[in-house]
């Protein structure tokens, strides 16, 4: 079993739901990646996504395209992503990380190399924005291969078919894209995400996460109500935009345990 079901399976034993929060690797400073991620783990983090930085992210909204941008300049590539892993992995072996990125790194470092590293790191999944189902065969296997989880993006202009397509290929959990848009973009309908959900559990039994739009405690709470997991990603990025070096730890702890408990009002 992998971390990240075991992390599910644990939850729902315990009545909870997930909170994945996500920050950007590389931002604002490579050797504060690993510090952040462990805060988030003090601050109630169930499952970590690390954003892999990359030059032209479409899914991205300006807040991480900033994360991106200052992690690049300040020299992050794929590999000393791959090296934060490990290094987090040699204090904590049990909280999940998931890697977020594009395909544009992992071709160039090679699918099987990339599979075989980063399994090797401890990364438990890899979510590539644009790998669409239709053309992610290699992918997915190449990642089971190495006991890790291909994860992908629902939209909630995807149709049946599409989530057919990732329901196939798919495994640890799906993301729902909350907004029809970018990251941090518009306002959160949270009862047209509720209504879309049942659609989504047809196709597939795996844990349901909803991200894109949440910024505090009380609409976690609300995502919470009827999501497997709430993933928190640009109001992260936006506190460390206001932390300094020395305070960013503190104040990302103190972001995501407030958000933690919105998630924790709520119980299966």
């Known amino acids: 079993m992998s971390r990240i079901q075991t992390a599910f399976e644990r939850l729902k034993g315990e009545g909870r739901k997930a909170l994945i929060p996500f920050i950007t690797a590389g931002d604002p400073d490579a050797d504060l990646t690993v510090p952040l991620m462990h805060a988030l783990v003090e601050a109630g983090a169930d499952v970590i996504e690390l954003g892999v930085p990359f030059s032209d992210p479409m899914a991205d909204g300006p807040t991480i395209q900033r994360a991106s941008e200052r992690a690049l300049a300040r020299g992050m590539t794929l590999r000393k992503v791959l090296q934060r892993v490990t290094a987090f992995r040699a204090e904590n072996d049990t909280t999940p990380v998931v890697l977020m990125g594009y395909a544009n790194p ?35 296997a190449a990642m089971k291969a190495q006991g890790m989880d291909p994860i992908f993006l629902i939209a909630p202009t995807s149709t049946p078919e599409r989530i057919e397509q990732v329901a196939k290929i798919a495994s640890g959990y799906v993301y729902y894209v909350s907004l029809a848009g970018v990251t941090g973009s518009g306002a959160l309908n949270v009862d047209a995400v509720a209504e879309r959900l049942p659609a989504i559990r047809e196709k597939t039994g795996l844990p349901v996460g909803v991200g894109f739009g949440i910024r505090d405690a009380s609409t976690a709470a609300r995502i919470a109500g009827f999501a497997d997991a709430v993933v928190v990603g640009s109001r992260i990025i936006e506190e460390i935009e206001k932390s300094t070096a020395e305070t960013v730890c503190t104040k990302v702890k103190a972001l995501v345990s407030a958000i933690r408990s919105g998630v924790d009002e709520v119980k299966q």
């Open 106 to 140: 992992i071709e160039a470092m090679g699918l099987q190399t990339f599979a075989e590293k980063a399994a090797q790191s401890g990364v438990d999944g890899v979510l590539v924005v644009d790998y669409p189902p239709e053309e992610a065969e290699n992918f997915g």
